[in-house]
């Protein structure tokens, strides 16, 4: 199945990720918190871009850190899709920089394993977590969410994930061409403001 990238990643802000709509509809609704068994991941990274509104919070070269606690159990909602997981764990997140920590349920991830782009000759292989909980106001901006990505796109289709299934441990991030750490904030005009870091850690925490 061709996918339009944008569709499928756009992240909240005016716009809403396929996979919130997924995780957030009457037809898939999320699952419930009582799980026996959750995995933690640890992650960081350096910051390489500060938007000038938010300056007075971080600074480039500053540490991003973070976990992400998730339910490796929780179902695909687009399961007719094989190279598509959007999965929604109901389950507790912290990404910090400078001043700013922002804390929230739910984790949700786009898996995308092989996925045909809509120009029909690109696939893209991607790990995706989004935290999306609005928390407030920081310099006159709204803080709207965090990205964790990791992605390689190719012509041919690549071998760095076996399907689209929930990955219980952390991905390899050298096997990625590209990663990104994000933090998303909105004035009141719909204009959107970031913080972007590069992953450079991403390990199991016990």
């Not at 006159?140 to 289709?157: E, M």
Request: a neutral charge; aromatic letters at 10%.
């Amino acid at each position: 199945m061709k996918r339009n990238i944008f569709m499928v990643t756009a992240f909240v802000l005016g716009l809403l990720s396929t996979s919130s709509m997924h995780a957030q509809s009457p037809s898939a609704p999320l699952a419930s918190a009582k799980h026996p068994t959750t995995v933690t991941f640890r992650f960081s990274g350096p910051v390489t871009y500060v938007d000038p509104l938010l300056s007075s919070v971080a600074s480039i070269s500053d540490n991003i850190t973070g976990t992400y606690t998730f339910d490796p159990t929780v179902p695909d909602t687009d399961p007719s899709d094989p190279s598509v997981g959007l999965y929604s764990s109901p389950t507790s997140s912290r990404a910090s920089v400078g001043t700013f920590t922002a804390k929230s349920p739910p984790v949700i991830f786009n898996i995308f394993d092989n996925m045909l782009l809509s120009d029909g000759l690109t696939y893209r292989t991607q790990y995706r977590i989004s935290l999306s909980q609005t928390l407030g106001i920081v310099n006159g901006l709204t803080y709207v969410g965090f990205t964790l990505d990791l992605w390689s796109n190719s012509t041919t289709p690549l071998s760095i994930l076996s399907s689209d299934a929930f990955p219980a441990t952390p991905p390899a991030i050298n096997d990625f061409q590209c990663n990104q750490l994000r933090f998303y904030f909105q004035d009141v005009n719909g204009g959107v403001h970031y913080i972007i870091g590069t992953l450079k850690t991403l390990s199991a925490h016990h």
